[in-house]
C-alpha cells in the first residue's frame, strides 16, 4: 500500500468510495471544493493503482479537524485507517497544529475503537448530529 497526497484525478474514485462507505456521502463536488482549500491536508491510500482509502483534515491554525477517513471494505481491518489517521495527523503537526478534533456516530463501534487506539478521547456528545438524526460523539488529540 502506497500512502499519497490525492490528486484531483482521485476524486471520482474518491466519491464512488464514499458512497460505498457512508449513509451521507460527500458529493464530487463537496469533494473538488475540498481539494482547493489551502487549509485542506489530504492522502489517498492505493494499492495496485486503485484508490482504497482516503482521508481529509482541515488545519486552522493550533487545531485541526478530522473530516474524514474511509476505507473500501475489501481492505478494512489491515491497518488502512489507522496509517491515513496516523498520516493526518502528522500534516496537521507540520502545519503548526496541536489538536486534532473529530465527530464519529455514536453507532460507529469500529471507527471509535481505532480512534481511542490512537490516543483520541471522547469530550462531548452533539446530539442530533447527522441527518438522520443520530448523535456524534466530539473526540480530540493532542498532537
Known amino acids: 500500500m502506497i500512502l499519497r497526497k490525492w490528486t484531483y484525478e482521485d476524486i ?15 458529493t464530487y463536488e463537496m469533494l473538488a471544493d475540498s481539494f482547493f482549500n489551502e487549509n485542506v491536508r489530504a492522502l489517498a491510500a492505493e494499492e495496485g493503482g486503485k484508490v482504497i482509502g482516503y482521508g481529509f483534515a482541515v488545519c486552522a491554525g493550533e487545531d485541526a479537524d478530522l473530516a474524514n477517513i474511509a476505507v473500501a471494505a475489501a481492505y478494512r481491518r489491515r491497518g488502512v485507517a489507522g496509517q491515513i489517521l496516523r498520516g493526518l495527523e502528522n500534516e496537521a503537526a507540520q502545519q503548526g497544529a496541536k489538536r486534532m478534533f473529530l465527530e464519529v456516530r455514536v453507532s460507529n463501534a469500529p471507527a471509535m475503537r481505532l480512534y481511542l487506539k490512537e490516543g483520541y478521547v471522547g469530550r462531548y456528545a452533539r446530539p442530533r448530529y447527522y441527518a438522520d438524526g443520530e448523535d456524534a460523539l466530539v473526540m480530540e488529540k493532542e498532537l
Open 12 to 26: 471520482l474514485a474518491i466519491a464512488a468510495l464514499e458512497k460505498e462507505c457512508f449513509s451521507d456521502p460527500w
